[in-house]
């Protein structure tokens, strides 16, 4: 798989991916992953600008279409993209059963909104997909976009150690996890359940299935809901 973010603050996008699991699924050739300046597109050659003024009488600048198309015209010619993602706080939430079905697209480009927004001709003609990562504003894309590249990246077979423990992620489910603990058995006066230490294999998993169900009947039942 192949991630391309096209950003005007590419630095912010260094740390994420230079750590732990994203850092080694690159480095096992799992995923590719290319931040892109925006500013390398500008057609300004002096201050490569790529926002100007709104039209009519919204304040604040707007990110230019010329710019992005041709940084996403340029990736397209190199190879087929199965999305044009642009993170905006008005897209589709995003969700586990997204970040499933894109964790198994070949090639993704991620286009990170900034200033007061796009030249909505962007998402008219460019974009294929708009994704929220929930209901609050941030400054930029670029942190919902390492927030769903993360998500994407960690479910790619093999990138993280025990293929197991992504299917047994909260929410792979519908549900939400049920409470794991370690030793000690016992700490401060606080006791592990019982159940996890008895050995009885069947019963512990009917034990993590109740907590998961009630978890999630407490903290998010619209889950127990939803068909997906
Ligand atoms: N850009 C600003 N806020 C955002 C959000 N909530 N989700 C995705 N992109 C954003």
């Not at 300046?37 to 490569?48: A, F, G, M, P």
């Not at 993209?81 to 706080?89: G, L």
């Not at 900034?114 to 708009?130: A, C, S």
């Not at 030793?183 to 998961?212: C, M, T, Y």
Request: proline content about 4%; overall charge negative; some cysteine.
């Amino acid at each position: 798989m192949r991630i391309d973010i096209i950003t005007v603050l590419p630095e912010l996008l260094e740390s994420p991916f230079n750590h732990s699991i994203l850092k080694r699924a690159q480095e096992k050739g799992l995923v590719e992953i290319h931040v892109h300046n925006l500013r390398d597109y500008s057609t300004d050659k002096r201050h490569r600008r790529v926002d100007d003024y709104a039209f009519g009488f919204s304040a604040g600048m707007v990110m230019q279409v010329e710019p992005i198309f041709r940084c996403i015209e340029q990736l397209k010619s190199e190879r087929h993209y199965d999305e044009v993602i642009f993170t905006s706080p008005d897209g589709e939430q995003f969700s586990q059963p997204m970040a499933n079905r894109l964790s198994m697209s070949g090639n993704l480009i991620i286009l990170c909104g900034h200033y007061k927004g796009v030249d909505y001709r962007v998402r008219e003609h460019l974009i294929t997909k708009e994704i929220s990562i929930g209901d609050y504003v941030l400054t930029g894309g670029e942190l919902a976009a390492a927030v769903i590249s993360d998500a994407i990246v960690r479910l790619i077979p093999g990138a993280i150690g025990d293929e197991q423990s992504a299917l047994s992620d909260s929410f792979q489910d519908n549900l939400l996890a049920a409470p794991i603990y370690t030793r000690p058995a016992e700490f401060n006066g606080w006791k592990v359940p019982d159940i996890l230490l008895s050995g009885h294999e069947r019963k512990v998993a009917e034990w993590e299935h109740e907590q998961a169900l009630e978890r999630t009947r407490q903290l998010r039942p619209y889950l127990l809901d939803d068909e997906e």
